[in-house]
């Protein structure tokens, strides 16, 4: 499609209704349909693309393709929201939030400290009906998030869909648990609030059943990429998928320092941070949370365990689609797919 022939054609017709009358013509009638048509022209064209796909690895790739076909189908952004930030900002106020009854569970750490963990353990699953077979799914949420996200929400109706119980990872001092410890942001201490997470959750929490941990939101979705590289085979988790990842953190900084990005993100998350640890009258330094990412393609296509899915347009946790992005969205329908592939298929892996 010739998008300047077509352009040209729009001005010539729309300047002769002009010329004839505006009443007469029905030329408002005109403009509009001529910018819509253009619009749709310029969506098509230039905004809803598929994703690129990249791995390391042929077998992996073909897995995907197979069992998790969304990677490789167009994404159509919301036609009046596809913008990164805009997306990011309006997911919070227009998607649905699911009920969803946790029974919540306190762990302690070796800082004096404690984690607080929000389960849904799907008793009422047709499909694995044995709590010793149901596969479990660790949800992590954002720098401020918390069980009751409207992403995580969906996540879990998704899981419940799929007979699987889900865990979810409350971050410290903002879900209504006393923030007993405060300690500063380090990526070596986060390793460790991830070991001690993972670990009693196997040993203590959980029948010996498959445990995933698909979702990692923000700062978690690099601690947990550092987790999966330190533990390398011998990590109890089956897989994982992360969303959004900060691949450079001086890259990702730097640009969530600007003047627009701070005012809409960094100065929001820094009062959320201080407004949690005031109960201890601390002052907390200002986080540097990763929005926009410089992705290590070449890097990815030479480790065979690792796929990247990059699209075109969407938010940190938006990816809203639709004309009206109420319920699920783009990055739902690969979270669902992903965890379904992993639990039903991922034996195929091991022979491809």
């Known amino acids: 499609m010739d998008l300047r022939l077509l352009s040209r054609d729009l001005s010539l017709y729309l300047e002769h209704q002009v010329r004839v009358g505006f009443f007469g013509s029905g030329v408002g009638l005109s403009l509009i349909l001529g910018f819509s048509v253009a619009y749709a022209c310029y969506y098509l064209s230039s905004i809803a693309k598929k994703p690129q796909l990249v791995t390391g690895g042929e077998s992996f790739s073909r897995f995907l393709q197979d069992h998790c076909p969304v990677v ?5 952004p919301t036609v009046w929201c596809w913008e990164s930030r805009g997306q990011t900002l309006l997911r919070p106020f227009i998607t649905s939030k699911p009920p969803v009854r946790y029974r919540n569970e306190l762990i302690k750490t070796a800082d004096g400290g404690q984690i607080s963990l929000d389960w849904f353990d799907n008793d009422n699953s047709t499909c694995y009906m044995e709590a010793s077979t149901r596969p479990t799914i660790l949800l992590l949420p954002g720098l401020t998030g918390t069980s009751k996200e409207s992403y995580i929400l969906h996540m879990i109706q ?6 699987y119980r889900c865990v979810v990872f409350n971050n410290r001092g903002v879900a209504g648990e006393n923030l007993l410890v405060i300690r500063c942001t380090r990526r070596r201490m986060h390793l460790q609030w991830l070991e001690a997470l993972v670990h009693p959750i196997l040993s203590l929490s959980l029948p010996p059943s498959p445990f995933l941990s698909p979702f990692p939101v923000s700062r978690f979705r690099m601690l947990l ?12 988790l089956m897989a994982a998928a992360t969303f959004s990842v900060g ?7 730097e640009s969530l320092e600007k003047p627009l990005n701070w005012l809409l993100f960094n100065y929001y998350l820094t009062t959320c941070l201080q407004s949690s640890v005031n109960k201890l009258r601390k002052s907390i330094v200002s986080p540097s949370i990763f929005y926009f990412t410089a992705i290590p393609i070449e890097t990815a296509k030479k480790n ?22 109420r319920q699920c969205t783009y990055m739902d329908r690969v979270f669902k797919q992903f965890v379904q592939a992993m639990v039903e298929h991922g034996h195929e892996l091991s022979t491809m």
């Open 72 to 76: 490789t189908e167009t994404y159509y």
């Open 158 to 163: 998704l899981s419940e869909e799929l007979g």
């Open 225 to 236: 990429l550092n987790y999966l590289g330190k533990t390398g085979p011998k990590t109890p």
């Open 247 to 253: 691949w450079n953190t001086f890259a990702c900084s």
């Open 304 to 325: 065979p365990n690792v796929a990247l899915v990059l699209t075109s347009y969407g938010g940190h946790i938006g990816f809203l689609e639709g004309i009206w992005p």
